[in-house]
């Protein structure tokens, strides 16, 4: 799994870390189940679930029956998958397993 960013300064990595936990305790129950899902089924990447879901949508087999709201979970992996990349972390890593 992703470590959090190599910043040599540690009040960078505090920063990292406090900004990183608060979005993660903000999290709601779909978003944690997504990035749970991301871990275990997709091999800790965003793309392929999204791929199944804008499958699913279009009519085109997919993998995996996430919800019966897929634009909200879409959604919800786009932002998450943002954050992860500005923040060179993996949310896999902070999220509790449920």
Known sequence: MTEPSGNSDKSGDTAVSK???????????????????KSRLYDDAW????????NRLAGKPYIFKLA??????????????????????????YVDSI
């Not at 979970?73 to 954050?83: A, G, K, N, T, V």
């Open 19 to 37: 900004a990183v936990s608060d979005f993660v305790k903000g999290l709601s129950d779909e978003h944690r189940m997504l990035v749970i899902l």
């Open 47 to 54: 793309e392929p679930m999204l791929d199944d879901l804008r």
């Open 68 to 93: 019966n709201r897929i634009q909200d979970d879409i959604e919800r992996i786009e932002q998450m998958s943002e954050f992860e990349s500005e923040r060179n972390i993996d949310l896999a890593d």
